[in-house]
């Protein structure tokens, strides 16, 4: 299976891409962040995408997948 991460640099997407490459159901994440992420393993593919607001580029990488984790969201300090 294919998951996407949105939002993987934060607290909750950082333990939700902890818990995907422990998985073996999850063959596949791909973790779509506005910065580079600090976790590399041949199953992760991370994508850098500055426009959270025009998601049209990546398409075809939704398409390809079976699911989509939302952790996109603000920070303690940014409230």
């Not at 939704?62 to 989509?68: P, Y």
Request: aromatic share 6%; charged share 20%.
């Amino acid at each position: 299976m294919t998951a996407i991460v949105l939002g993987p640099t934060g607290m909750v997407g950082d333990a939700i891409i902890r818990e995907a490459l422990n998985d073996a159901r999850i063959s596949r994440i791909v973790a779509i962040a506005r910065r580079p992420l600090k976790h590399t393993s041949s199953r992760l593919q991370s994508v850098v995408h500055a426009d959270f607001t025009n998601f049209e580029p990546l398409e075809p990488l939704f398409s390809n997948s079976e699911l989509v984790l939302c952790a996109l969201g603000l920070s303690w300090y940014q409230a």
